[in-house]
């Protein structure tokens, strides 16, 4: 899946959405691109949990189209 997240501009950012994504599935593999703004995310869970987490972190992730 791929998620957009707008608001992650920096490194802090994609390694604090990084840690979200890891707390959600530990064994998900998680390939971020700060300039393109999207978290690529292989897991068996649902985006809706990886969006939550990532929300509460105080970033505004969305499903990408
Ligand atoms: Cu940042």
Do not use: N, W
């Not at 530990?26 to 978290?39: F, G, H, L």
């Amino acid at each position: 899946m791929e998620l957009e997240v707008k608001d992650m501009t920096c490194g802090h950012c994609a390694s604090v959405v990084t840690k979200a994504v890891k707390d959600v599935d530990a064994q998900a593999k998680v390939e971020i691109d700060i300039t393109a703004r999207t978290v690529r995310i292989e897991s068996a869970c649902e985006a809706s949990e990886f969006i939550s987490a990532i929300r509460i972190e105080g970033y505004s992730p969305s499903v990408r189209a």
